[in-house]
């Protein structure tokens, strides 16, 4: 039965809890409503070599992201689900090759099912999987090129192995125009002490250069074109993005070494407590060949991103899909020998954080409601979320042998409704794109655009699908791009926004998205013209100042 209906019912899980949902919530900020905006300006623009954010230069990542949202939102238009279907889709082909290697080492249905299943629903995955950033895209290319480096290993026949070889190579070549020379370092990372151990460097010398040729031949024209366009963008890349991001004292996002161990435990949820015991069978088994590659695909890159100076959850997407194979092999074993004191210790596990975030949400909701009386139907979402968690983990809590997949439905539910039944108090302040779709039809008649917030910048700039947006008073990311002479009038200061203001309204009526939350930003707004049209929601603010009228010649 398992080895009939398993990839079935992954397709049904993943149409009903990953898809439907793609266009239930407005886009987060900074991550979604930055690459929605620079994939769509692609399409505007018709510019596919340089990335541009409002039409600035944009240089912290490569291309080949970009055209996946780009192309999601040409397909399926430009809409929340165009903005996220390629997280989504990369997501589900993870989940695959998840199976298909687990399938490819033990060849037991039931092994490849559990591993695919418990992937697809990692807490940090299925997180991730309906929410537009590269992570997904670059975690599938990595994905890919490890278990077609299994394939090529395990292969018995010279075209197998060349052809795995070869996709080992494509995907290298995605990966590099996502992310940058990450996806070179990671393969190799795993391979060379792999072939050293099993004494087969011979072959990675050999075929190897096959990769090498195909990685290049597919990224190669891309890294010419960009370098042609833009000059400054390979320094740039390296510099910023690889070497100061990696060693830098002032990296961005710096946590300590240790950061990455209890972000795995909880990346797990909700199957934390099978990690010890996974953990434990994988290393007694380390000798044999394929649960030796799957801990070094797992160990080597946590190690390396530990030492790295800047870190984010997301880094640790990569060694996710060999940590749910194993545990999904150790698993089986554990239900094929009747011991389900692990998986009822889970659910038990489970069942607490459940009641205890059920019973937090009625204390709060009863003392300091974060819901109105008009949102019922959010807070139902969510209570119907929290209700299908604590039953996807009573039944294995009852009979764990039997009922040991229940906690996907849990998370699975999660990250179906959770996002849309968010408090307003939220969606306001961290989805500004639809208090901007609120006000989209005067926000259209304006001539010139004003954000003092690059999220709410871009969330405009996206739904108006007009990049030139003015920045006032930030700079933030792209102040690297700010600097070219091209841009230098994108920039509008406090002391500059009164004959700035003067200037454009002449032209016509200028709208104005504001962020205001501190003292700073309410002077921003103190300085900007009195009258016209405003609207308040959250911390943010939408002005339509109306066109000035010429004055009579004396």
Not at 105 to 123: C, E, I, T, V
Not at 340 to 364: D, E, Q, Y
Not at 440 to 455: A, M
Request: aromatic content about 12%; hydrophobic content about 50%.
């Amino acid at each position: 039965m398992i080895k009939r209906w398993a990839l079935p019912f992954l397709l049904l899980a993943f149409s009903l809890f990953y898809l439907l949902p793609l266009a239930s919530h407005g886009l987060w900020i900074p991550d979604e409503t930055r690459y929605a905006q620079i994939s769509q300006e692609m399409l505007l623009s018709g510019d596919w070599v340089s990335p541009h954010f409002m039409g600035i230069r944009y240089f912290e990542k490569p291309i080949a992201g970009y055209w996946m949202i780009a192309i999601g939102q040409a397909v399926f238009g430009d809409n929340l689900f165009g903005v996220r279907i390629a997280s989504a889709l990369s997501t589900g082909l993870s989940v695959l090759l998840a199976y298909l290697i687990t399938r490819r080492m033990w060849n037991d249905p039931r092994k490849s099912f559990a591993a695919a299943l418990l992937y697809m629903s990692f807490g940090l995955i299925a997180g991730q999987a309906g929410y537009s950033n590269l992570d997904p895209q670059f975690t599938l290319w990595v994905n890919l090129s490890l278990v077609a480096l299994w394939f090529a290993l395990d292969s018995q026949t010279t075209r197998a192995r060349l052809l795995a070889w070869a996709v080992l190579g494509a995907a290298c070549g995605m990966g590099f125009m996502t992310k940058g020379f990450l996806a070179w370092l990671l393969p190799v990372l795993i391979a060379l002490p792999y072939m050293l151990w099993q004494r087969r460097l011979g072959e990675l010398l050999r075929y190897g250069l096959v990769a090498v040729l195909v990685a290049i031949g597919i990224s190669l024209p891309w890294v010419l074109s960009v370098h042609a366009h833009e000059p400054d963008f390979w320094r740039f890349f390296f510099w910023h993005e690889h070497i100061r991001r990696f060693a830098a004292e002032n990296a961005q996002h710096t946590r300590p070494w240790w950061f990455y161990l209890p972000l795995l435990v909880v990346s797990c949820l909700p199957w934390a407590l099978l990690l010890p015991g996974t953990l434990m069978q994988a290393w007694k088994d380390k000798r044999q060949a394929n649960s030796g590659f799957l801990l070094l695909w797992l160990l080597l890159p946590l190690v390396f991103f530990s030492l790295s100076r800047g870190k984010l959850p997301t880094y640790i997407m990569p060694c996710l899909l060999p940590l749910a194979v194993l545990m999904g092999h150790a698993l089986i074993d554990r239900i094929s020998n009747r011991q389900g004191r692990a998986i009822r210790l889970n659910s038990l596990l489970n069942l607490l954080i459940g009641v205890g975030a059920l019973v937090a949400l009625l204390v709060i909701q009863l003392t300091r409601p974060v819901y109105g009386h008009n949102e019922m139907l959010s807070l139902s979402l969510v209570f119907i979320m929290l209700m299908g968690w604590i039953i996807a983990n009573l039944l294995p809590a009852s009979r764990p042998l039997q009922y040991w997949p229940a906690p996907a439905l849990g998370i699975w539910l999660l990250v179906a409704l959770l996002p849309a039944g968010m408090p307003g108090l939220i969606v306001h302040n961290e989805m500004p794109d639809q208090f901007i779709k609120e006000h989209l039809q005067e926000l259209k008649q304006t001539k010139t655009l004003l954000s003092n917030d690059l999220g709410a910048a871009s969330a405009l700039a996206w739904r108006l699908q007009r990049p030139q947006v003015s920045l006032y008073n930030t700079e933030g990311e792209l102040k690297y791009g700010l600097a070219y002479p091209d841009s230098e009038q994108r920039k509008v200061s406090m002391a500059d926004v009164g004959q700035w203001m003067t200037e454009a309204r002449k032209q016509g009526s200028v709208g104005v998205v504001m962020r205001v939350k501190n003292v700073v930003e309410n002077e921003e707004v103190a300085l900007l013209p009195p009258g016209g049209k405003r609207y308040e929601e959250g911390n943010l603010l939408i002005l339509i100042v109306p066109q000035s009228q010429p004055q009579p010649a004396p």
